[in-house]
């Protein structure tokens, strides 16, 4: 099953703004572009691992994806008025929510 970015992006800004609750009206301007982001990187570490011969091993792959994750958690605290903590907790339900359909795509445990 190929990952669809724009079923990913959607699945994660509807997990975003339930985790964001009453602040989400502030922080969705800065969150969707990060979270295509994101969803960007999971497609692409699903067709480098697919990829005959693949460019991504499972270690890269999930060296790739904390790099993406950390680089989110910094653009949302970096611009908006919350605090790393929060993000993270926001991240780690976003996350949640796209991870049985990542993960079987891309076959092993990368969420």
């Known amino acids: 099953m190929a990952l669809d970015g724009n079923a990913l992006v959607a699945t ?3 997990a975003a703004a339930g985790a964001f609750g009453q602040g989400w ?4 301007n800065y969150t969707v572009p990060e979270l295509r982001k994101l969803a960007g990187t ?3 570490i699903e067709q480098g691992l697919t990829a005959r011969p693949p460019y991504y091993t ?9 790099m993406q994750v950390r680089a989110t958690q910094s ?3 970096a611009t908006t008025a919350l605090t790393l903590i929060v993000v993270e907790r926001a991240i780690n339900e976003i ?17």
């Open 12 to 14: 994660m800004t509807q």
């Open 25 to 28: 009206k502030d922080v969705r």
């Open 42 to 44: 999971f497609v692409d």
């Open 58 to 66: 499972r270690e890269s792959a999930d060296i790739i994806f904390r």
């Open 75 to 77: 653009v949302l605290t």
């Open 95 to 111: 996350l949640a929510a796209v991870r049985t359909m990542t993960n079987q795509a891309i076959g092993f445990a990368l969420l």
